[in-house]
T-cell receptor, first 113, second 110 residues
Framework: DVKVTQSSRYLVKRTGEKVFLECVQDMDHENMFWYRQDPGLGLRLIYFSYDVKMKEKGDIPEGYSVSREKKERFSLILESASTNQTSMYLC????????????FGDGTRLSIL | GQQVMQIPQYQHVQEGEDFTTYCNSSTTLSNIQWYKQRPGGHPVFLIQLVKSGEVKKQKRLTFQFGEAKKNSSLHITATQTTDVGTYFCAAGGSNYKLTFGKGTLLTVNP
């Protein structure tokens, strides 16, 4: 079974802090994704990566950056956290074969105070 | 960018009643996937539809892809309390991305 592991289930940070969310997958998947999930808004794509050191902006990249130095690890960075970034963050991975399903981690519920 | 509209946003049913959620796009879709997210959980892949007019079944769940490949539906027959959760459709696009609908939250009264 695919395992996507997010480093924290719950996280509380302060406004202005630099926040790192880590995601690791064990299935050698080429593609990795970061979403945020808010009530009534569904899943919105922040950034994705289809190869090591490659990244592309999703629908809502502002205020975020990402890093993919190794194939199995995809990090989401909040450069200067703000209260409107309080949300559930979900990481996912998928195979490069077209239209393969995405496998999600358990999510990180991030609160910015 | 690609947009997918999903309705209804919420649906409450009595156990044993049927349930349907609909997904619509203004553009032709290459494929559509369906996911289920249990309360407190993460989205889990259910199925993928690729062909025009395709119908697939998983026990009490029936998935359809429209003839024009612009809409899809998920129908649950005789709901059970284990069906509770949010059901998302997701349209496949370029660069392995998915565009998710906003989901339908299903609650079931036992």
């Amino acid at each position: 079974d695919v395992k996507v592991t997010q480093s924290s289930r719950y996280l509380v940070k302060r406004t202005g802090e630099k926040v790192f969310l880590e995601c690791v997958q064990d299935m050698d998947h080429e593609n990795m994704f970061w979403y945020r999930q808010d009530p009534g808004l569904g899943l919105r794509l922040i950034y994705f990566s289809y190869d090591v050191k490659m990244k592309e902006k999703g629908d809502i990249p502002e205020g975020y950056s990402v890093s993919r130095e190794k194939k199995e690890r995809f990090s989401l960075i909040l450069e200067s956290a703000s209260t409107n970034q309080t949300s559930m963050y979900l990481c996912a991975s998928s195979s490069r074969v077209d239209d393969q399903p995405q496998h999600f981690g358990d999510g990180t519920r991030l609160s910015i105070l | 960018g690609q947009q997918v509209m999903q309705i209804p946003q919420y649906q409450h049913v009595q156990e044993g009643e049927d349930f349907t959620t609909y997904c619509n796009s203004s553009t032709t879709l290459s494929n559509i996937q369906w996911y289920k997210q249990r309360p407190g959980g993460h989205p889990v892949f259910l199925i993928q539809l690729v062909k025009s007019g395709e119908v697939k079944k998983q026990k009490r769940l029936t998935f359809q892809f429209g003839e024009a490949k612009k809409n899809s539906s998920l129908h649950i027959t005789a709901t059970q309390t284990t069906d509770v959760g949010t059901y998302f459709c997701a349209a496949g696009g370029s660069n392995y991305k998915l565009t998710f609908g906003k989901g339908t939250l299903l609650t079931v009264n036992p």
